[in-house]
C-alpha cells in the first residue's frame, strides 16, 4: 500500500469499519518487494490488521475453472489474480480492489471498486 489516492482511503476505511480479509496470494504479492532490512515493517502492521484467507486444494480447483473459463472468453486477468478471485468466492467474501475493471471478468465475483467505496457515506 504504498500508493496514496482513493484506494489507499478505501482500504484504511474498509479496515476501520469491517472485519476484513486478505488472500495468501495478497500477502505474498505484499511482501514481495519488501527489503530484507527486518524489523517490523508498515506491511507487518497492515496484516496484523487483517485475517488471512489461505489457498488450499478447494480454491485452487476453483481457480483453475475460471482460469479455463477466462481464458475461453479471451478474458484473462493473471495466475496470482484468479487466485485472489477463487479465495474470495470460496469463502463468500467480497473483494475491495483498485482493479474492479479487471475482477469484473470473473463471473459471480462480488467487486467493490475502492474508488466508489470511499465515495459512499
Avoid: W
Avoid at 496470482?80 to 479487471?102: E, F, Q, W, Y
Wanted: net charge neutral; glycine share 6%.
Amino acid at each position: 500500500m504504498r500508493k496514496r489516492g482513493p484506494e489507499t482511503a478505501a482500504f484504511k476505511r474498509a479496515i476501520e469499519e469491517f472485519q476484513c480479509f486478505v488472500a495468501s496470494v495478497s500477502v505474498y504479492e505484499l511482501l514481495f518487494g519488501i527489503s530484507k532490512g527486518g524489523g517490523i515493517t508498515d506491511e507487518d502492521k497492515l496484516l496484523a490488521l487483517l485475517t488471512s484467507v489461505p489457498f488450499d486444494e478447494n480454491e485452487a480447483r476453483l481457480a483453475a475453472a475460471i482460469h479455463r473459463d477466462l481464458i475461453q472468453r479471451n478474458a484473462e486477468i493473471g495466475p496470482k489474480d484468479v487466485m485472489i478471485a477463487a479465495s474470495c468466492l470460496a469463502n463468500g467474501l467480497p473483494l475491495l480492489t483498485a482493479n474492479a475493471r479487471h475482477f469484473r471478468r470473473v463471473p459471480q465475483l462480488q467487486v467493490i471498486a475502492a474508488e466508489e467505496f470511499v465515495a459512499t457515506p
